[in-house]
């Protein structure tokens, strides 16, 4: 679909003023149980997994030795086990980085990837529709989560704002999820393809680890401390470069939203991956992930910027024009 067409606007309208579901397919999904499961996972990210109760969930980064960033995961606590879940593709990555590390402890690691699709219902009315369809009533905190059952298969709500809205993940058994897609589209809520959710996530400053992050960067670099990193947690891997930065130094670039300007511009003209932003005449950013900004009706990126040139307002050059560092999400 051509992601400027009038059915892509209408779709990204649903995402930020109505409701609108989309299908996320298979993203990677690893269960932890044993009993040493949330010692053990607090002991390789960045956020407080022992301090987690059943229903409740955090954003973390993965770490290696070194304090970069080997993935950006959501964690979810529940009675039994916890689920990491993150973007497609990375379970044997992460089992493999995390059993390298398991000696007598009480942990299994197994990956749900394969048998679990995931579908992103995104709205001011996503949390009234999707209790409409489960039979619950969904009033959840970021990361929060709850499972309960949908004509007999069990069925996980999570909130997560992946598109800047109250957004959930409604995550089942890939054989039952085109039956939970039909029941939420009859409930009103607007199918939406990838386009209309990639432009609501760069609008919202969502980084996906393995293409606005990967594992040359340092976890400040992304810039989301406030959701993903604890700095009063015990010990864990990668922690010293990392509370070394926070009580002693800085990251030299951080990820910021970056404006086009749209004078004159065709709207399909957006900078692709890996182009170089300049300020005075020297290279201050790149770009990861850019998208035509609806809301701007401009061009509109994710860039990793020189802190110097990190705050909102201040001037950048594309080779075709000007660009300007703005806050995200978009208000």
């Known amino acids: 679909m051509d992601p400027l067409s009038a059915e892509t606007r209408n779709q990204y309208d649903a995402l930020r003023s109505a409701a609108g579901v989309a299908s996320c397919g298979r993203r990677t999904q690893i269960e932890m149980t044993g009993k040493d499961r949330a010692t053990f996972l607090h002991g ?30 959501n964690v ?11 973007v497609a593709g990375q379970a044997e990555h992460i089992i493999q980085s995390l059993d390298r590390y ?33 039979g619950v009533a969904i009033d959840l905190a970021p990361r929060h989560h709850l499972c ?55 609008e919202a400053g969502t980084p996906l680890f393995g293409r606005d992050i990967s ?35 800085h990251v030299n670039r951080l990820l910021r939203g970056v404006r086009f300007n749209g004078d004159h511009r065709d709207p399909n003209d957006v900078l692709p991956p890996d182009s ?13 992930s850019a998208c035509w900004s609806f809301h701007l009706q401009a061009p509109l990126a994710l860039a990793y910027v020189r802190r110097e040139c990190a705050t909102p307002g201040t001037r950048l050059a594309a080779a ?12």
């Open 44 to 73: 390789f990210c960045t956020n407080d997994i022992k301090g987690l109760k059943p229903g409740q969930g955090c954003e973390a980064f993965l770490t290696n030795v070194q304090g970069k960033a080997t993935g950006l995961v």
């Open 76 to 86: 979810y606590c529940e009675q039994d086990r916890l689920v990491v879940d993150t």
């Open 102 to 134: 398991l000696i007598r402890e009480d942990v299994q690691l197994i990956d749900r990837s394969e048998h679990w699709h995931e579908l992103l219902v995104s709205g001011p009315d996503a949390a009234r529709l999707i209790g409409e369809v489960v």
């Open 148 to 202: 309960c059952q949908w004509q007999g298969h069990a069925i996980a709500v999570r909130r997560v704002d992946y598109a800047g809205q109250p957004d959930y993940f409604l995550g089942l058994e890939t054989a039952h999820w085109p039956q939970c897609w039909d029941a939420i589209v009859q409930a009103k809520a607007i199918p939406c393809d990838a386009d209309a959710l990639e432009i609501a996530r760069i």
């Open 215 to 249: 594992d040359e960067n340092l976890p400040q670099e992304v810039d989301r401390n406030a959701t993903a990193i604890s700095f009063t947690k015990g010990c864990y891997l990668g922690q010293e470069t990392i509370a070394r930065l926070d009580a002693l130094g």
């Open 276 to 288: 170089e932003l300049t300020h005075d005449g020297k290279v201050v950013a790149r770009v990861t």
């Open 320 to 331: 075709d024009g000007d660009a300007e560092v703005v806050n995200l999400p978009l208000a």
